[in-house]
């Protein structure tokens, strides 16, 4: 006879340094039973009866399983993205890069020898000026390398403007580590000091990387997702719903 099932709910839990999103299901098994499937998404199954703190008490002692499986599956999709990316992008004339929300064109300018090539960056616009502008993979170099460091000074300005607002809490700025992620915008190490960012966040509206880097400066108080922790991100950004809901929009990430 197939179990019942009574309902379902997505639900987070922090384990280690990691915040893992799981799918809670109620139905009639007699055991707190866990599932990760190959693209590292967590499902918990267990009775009605049986308290949240009994379920992911359970999680926490198979925390090095489920942290080591998505960690595996999120590598997976990095390495799969990265590669269909770098094959889909020629750095030509016409093509359009998203940086902060907005889709900019690609012109691509040829210099003369000797001149020393460069990236600009307009509102519309973004600008190669190469020597070979036949060379994809020189211009694809010269891009990662110019969107590093570029990435590097938003996300910088960000934190420490959104850390501005944590001064009567006395927290210290943190470590702002930045790396490709697909399954979370960011991640918070409260007792480390330390922010993770999403490298792709930098394709997205600024009002949206600040709703990100919020949440996580919220850890430092409320290192759960306490009516506490809510509480706090509604005094800190009123409109973090709609912040979020705008993020969420964004069908690549969907």
């Not at 889909?88 to 003369?112: D, P, T």
């Not at 910088?156 to 979370?184: A, G, L, N």
């Not at 800190?236 to 809901?245: I, S, T």
Request: aromatic share 10%.
């Amino acid at each position: 006879m197939a179990a019942k099932v009574y309902g379902s709910e997505r639900r987070a839990i922090m384990l280690g340094d990691m915040e893992i999103i799981y799918e809670l299901t109620r139905k009639t098994v007699k055991n707190v039973n866990l599932r990760i499937d190959v693209s590292g998404n967590v499902k918990v199954s267990a009775s009605r009866r049986v308290p949240i703190d009994y379920i992911e008490g359970f999680m926490r002692q198979k925390q090095a399983l489920i942290v080591s499986a998505v960690c595996r599956a999120e590598e997976n999709r990095r390495m799969e993205s990265g590669q269909k990316k770098r094959e889909e992008r020629q750095f030509e004339n016409g093509e359009q890069l998203a940086i902060l929300g907005k889709q900019r064109a690609v012109i691509v300018e040829q210099l003369a020898q000797g001149k020393a090539e460069s990236i600009d960056l307009s509102e519309t616009t973004i600008y190669f000026k190469v020597k070979d502008p036949q060379n994809t993979r020189h211009k694809e170099l010269m891009y990662e390398k110019w969107l590093k460091e570029y990435r590097r000074g938003v996300y910088e300005e960000i934190c420490r403007h959104v850390h501005e607002r944590f001064s009567q809490w006395r927290v210290d700025f943190p470590t702002i580590r930045i790396r490709s992620m697909t399954s979370r915008w960011g991640s918070c190490q409260p007792y480390k000091g330390v922010i993770t960012l999403n490298s792709r966040l930098i394709e997205t509206p600024p009002c949206c990387i600040e709703y990100v880097v919020m949440h996580e400066f919220c850890h430092f108080i409320h290192p759960d997702h306490s009516k506490a922790f809510h509480a706090l991100m509604t005094r800190l950004m009123p409109d973090w719903k709609w912040r979020r809901q705008l993020l969420n929009a964004i069908s690549e990430w969907n």
